[in-house]
């Protein structure tokens, strides 16, 4: 069985909101004025991510929200590979498509979702991640707005989770995995 506990604070609340208001406001430049925008959040670990980003967009942008189901991990820590990933793809056509994740690692969610979003001929397919974990990478994919850089750590908080876990915390925080010796 395995243990989990909380190690030291990665990125605190206060650079989490500096940042996605930098991303909110570069987004905004990049996106054309004409045409919908459709957000796509991938869910559970975006969820807090995308609401304040699409919140940083000024109201003339057409944005529209969708989210996604993607999961990989098997439990809370370990991905399995292939992710699986629900979704509504037919509203991507004739859109400019923003696909919104957590953390980018393996690049197996990122680069399955960008594929099935090309797939439905959308004007544009556009990707932006909170963390980036390169270490981590498997396939050759990457984001064309990040966050912040992280090592290869497991985190949790603004949204991420272990095991369910700490998605409630304001700041981003390192997680320590201990096998339990059990009886």
């Given at each position: ?74 439990d809370g820590t370990e991905s399995e590979g292939a992710p699986k990933i629900q979704a509504d793809w037919k509203a991507a056509r004739g859109r400019h498509v923003l696909i ?84």
């Amino acid at each position: 069985m395995m243990s989990y506990s909380l190690g030291p604070v990665l990125l605190k609340a206060s650079s989490i909101t500096r940042r996605v208001a930098e991303l909110g406001a570069r987004i905004t430049r990049d996106m054309p004025k004409c045409g919908q925008i459709l957000v796509v959040g991938v869910l559970n670990g975006a969820a807090v991510f995308v609401a304040d980003l699409i919140r940083q967009m000024p109201p003339d942008l057409d944005v529209r929200l969708m989210f996604a189901s993607a999961s990989s991990y098997k439990d809370g820590t370990e991905s399995e590979g292939a992710p699986k990933i629900q979704a509504d793809w037919k509203a991507a056509r004739g859109r400019h498509v923003l696909i919104v994740d957590d953390i980018l690692d393996t690049g197996l969610t990122l680069s399955t979702m960008l594929r099935k979003a090309r797939r439905q001929l959308p004007v544009s397919v556009r990707s932006c991640v909170l963390l980036d974990k390169k270490e981590r990478r498997k396939t050759k994919v990457e984001a064309d707005y990040v966050g912040f850089e992280i090592p290869d750590e497991f985190v949790v908080g603004y949204g991420l989770d272990c095991v369910g876990m700490w998605r409630h915390l304001r700041d981003i925080r390192s997680v320590k995995v201990e096998e339990d010796e059990g009886w």
